[in-house]
């Protein structure tokens, strides 16, 4: 919902710097390899997502063998032989590199900027996101549809959830990078592929790649129904200090992280100084994560643990924190 990998370690470095995390009205994370340092000095939120997002891992298949490989995080991805093809619908032999990265806790969603919300703006229940791109000779490669990718996705001690099916970033999505007026990644159930649920993971069969190549493949498994068994209601965040004279510039961001569900929304600003969120599930426990970046490069954030009620509001206010400070804090709300 990315770019190539350059083989001059200079050229590669200031492509990463090319890179940035997507807003509402800003382009989608590229998915590239992390190799950033973080200072605790940040221009915007987007530098802050595009310094500690989920990193790319990169894999070698052939192309007429095909191959399998097993992620850090536990993700085993299996190639079928004779799958890919190239833009003139060529059959693809040879070394194919496969760019990949797996995002499962509601840290990972946060720090990539890639929340599970659909495409209008309700939450979903998340067993687990993926990004991936097939690359030979420079050069991004296409599905021709006769066997599918599968991807096998550990539950990470999460039950196991039979209404699980496969969603992809909605269309056009994907081929936003560096376009600045595009929106937040979204999703929607994608008619092309499936979620398989047994009792130790998820198995999603993926048969073709976002259009465009170039830009590779976002997908998640979802249970979209499980928020339906609630009312929704309008559910306002607020803050009373000066954070929200930043938020157009992109300074201020502001995320709902449900307890005890894989679930996390990114809730945009609203009218001054307040960021209203329509589609929250009445009763249920989250906890509102605030983070801007002052003109200073300063990270600052609150935790606000609380309970979604009727037209209900909470107010916030930020405080300065380092970047291992906010991911400690963070860790504590994956579960």
Request: aromatic share 12%; proline share 5%.
């Amino acid at each position: 919902m990315k770019p190539n990998i350059k083989t001059i370690a200079m050229s590669f470095l200031l492509a990463i710097g090319l890179f940035t995390a997507c807003k509402k009205n800003d382009p989608i994370l590229p998915a590239t390899t992390n190799t950033s340092t973080n200072t605790d000095h940040y221009s915007s939120m987007l530098d802050f997502f595009a310094k500690n997002g989920t990193s790319i891992q990169n894999y070698t298949v052939n192309g007429s063998t095909g191959g399998s490989f097993t992620t850090p995080q536990g993700t085993k991805v299996s190639i079928p032989a004779n799958c890919f093809i190239d833009k003139f619908g060529n059959p693809v032999t040879g070394s194919v590199t496969i760019q990949f990265k797996d995002i499962y806790t509601k840290s990972d969603m946060l720090l990539s900027n890639m929340p599970t919300t659909l495409y209008y703006g309700a939450p979903l229940k998340s067993g687990g996101e993926f990004f991936i791109k097939a690359i030979s000779a420079g050069n991004a490669l296409y599905m021709n549809g006769k066997a599918p990718i599968k991807v096998t996705q550990p539950l990470n001690g999460w039950a196991p959830d039979n209404k699980m099916i496969a969603f992809r970033t909605a269309p056009g999505d994907s081929s936003f990078v560096g376009d600045t007026s595009a929106n937040q990644a979204s999703w929607q159930p994608s008619p092309y592929d499936s979620t398989a649920v047994n009792l130790t993971n998820y198995v999603f069969s993926l048969y073709n790649f976002s259009n465009p190549a170039d830009s590779g493949t976002w997908c998640n498994s979802d249970n979209s129904n499980y928020f339906s068994a609630y009312t929704q209601t309008t559910f306002t965040i607020q803050t009373t200090d000066d954070s929200l004279n930043n938020y157009y510039s992109g300074n201020v961001d502001v995320f709902l992280a449900f307890k005890g569900l894989n679930c996390l929304v990114h809730v945009y600003g609203g009218a001054t100084n307040t960021f209203p969120y329509s589609f929250a599930p009445l009763g249920l426990q989250c906890t509102v994560i605030a983070m801007e970046t002052r003109a200073n490069g300063q990270l600052r954030s609150a935790f606000i643990p609380t309970t979604i009620t009727a037209n209900g509001t909470v107010n916030f206010n930020c405080t300065n924190t380092t970047t291992a400070n906010f991911k400690t804090q963070m860790s504590a709300y994956n579960h």
